[in-house]
Antibody
Framework: QVQLVESGGGVVQPGGSLRLSCAASGFTFSSYGMHWVRQAPGKGLEWVALIRYDGSNKYYADSVKGRFTISRDNSKNTLYLQLNSLRAEDTAIYYC????????????????WGQGTLVTVSS | DIQMTQSPSTLSASVGDRVTITCRASQSISSWLAWYQQKPGNAPKLLIYKASSLESGVPSRFSGSGSGTEFTLTISSLQPDDFATYYCQQFNSPPWTFGQGTKVEIK
C-alpha cells in the first residue's frame, strides 16, 4: 500500500532554515509527480510546490517562491523541501502528497497524503 | 489565482440526514475539481475527483456534481464517521487552490 512518511519538522527562528523529507513506498516513486501542501494551525490547506516525476520541472506558490526548494532523489524514493528565510507565517503542518498522474501526465490533485510534519517558526 | 468559496462554513446535521456542500470557483474550471475529507489530527483524504468521479474505496453515499463554476458534494445519508471538515480544490490551473473548508458537526 502507498505510504508517505514526512520528517524534519521542528522549531526554528525567523530567518532560519529547515529541510523536510518524505519517504515514499508502495508505488513506483519515480513515475509520479509529488507535491507539498501545508496547513497553518486551525486553518485551511495551501498548495506549496510540485516536482515532476523526473525532477525536470518545479512549480511554487508565490508565497514561497525564492525561499523554498523542492527536490527528489528517485534512487532513494525520497522527496525533499528545503525551507529558507523562514517567517512566522510559514508555521504549519507540511504534508507531502502524491499526484495520481503517471509520468508526464500530472493531474494536480492529491490521491495519497503523508501524516505531515510540523514546522514552527518562532523566536 | 482562482478563488474557491465553500458554503456553508459550518453545517450541523444528524445521522441519516442528506447533506450538501457547495463550492464556487471565481472562474470556470470545467470539471477539474476534487473533494477531500479531513478529520482532526489526520491528513486529508481524497473522496471525489474530476467533479463527480468517486475515488476507489470511498462509500457510495458520497457523490459530486457540477461543472464550470458551481459544484456540490452530497452525502446521501450521513454516518457517524462522516463528521469532519470537507475541502474542495481546483486543478484547472496553478496555483492549485482550495476552498476554506466546511465543517460538518453533530446536531
Amino acid at each position: 500500500q502507498v505510504q508517505l512518511v514526512e520528517s524534519g519538522g521542528g522549531v526554528v527562528q525567523p530567518g532560519g532554515s529547515l529541510r523536510l523529507s518524505c519517504a515514499a513506498s508502495g508505488f513506483t516513486f519515480s513515475s509520479y509527480g509529488m507535491h507539498w501542501v501545508r496547513q497553518a494551525p486551525g486553518k485551511g490547506l495551501e498548495w506549496v510546490a510540485l516536482i515532476r516525476y523526473d525532477g525536470s520541472n518545479k512549480y511554487y506558490a508565490d508565497s514561497v517562491k525564492g525561499r523554498f526548494t523542492i527536490s527528489r532523489d528517485n534512487s532513494k524514493n525520497t522527496l525533499y523541501l528545503q525551507l529558507n528565510s523562514l517567517r512566522a507565517e510559514d508555521t504549519a503542518i507540511y504534508y507531502c502528497a502524491k499526484d495520481p498522474g503517471l509520468s508526464s501526465s500530472s493531474w494536480h490533485y492529491f490521491d495519497y497524503w503523508g501524516q505531515g510534519t510540523l514546522v514552527t517558526v518562532s523566536s | 489565482d482562482i478563488q474557491m468559496t465553500q458554503s456553508p462554513s459550518t453545517l450541523s446535521a444528524s445521522v441519516g440526514d442528506r447533506v450538501t456542500i457547495t463550492c464556487r470557483a471565481s472562474q470556470s474550471i470545467s470539471s477539474w475539481l476534487a473533494w477531500y475529507q479531513q478529520k482532526p489530527g489526520n491528513a486529508p483524504k481524497l473522496l471525489i475527483y474530476k467533479a463527480s468521479s468517486l475515488e476507489s474505496g470511498v462509500p457510495s453515499r458520497f457523490s459530486g456534481s457540477g461543472s464550470g463554476t458551481e459544484f456540490t458534494l452530497t452525502i446521501s445519508s450521513l454516518q457517524p464517521d462522516d463528521f469532519a471538515t470537507y475541502y474542495c480544490q481546483q486543478f484547472n490551473s496553478p496555483p492549485w487552490t482550495f476552498g476554506q473548508g466546511t465543517k460538518v458537526e453533530i446536531k
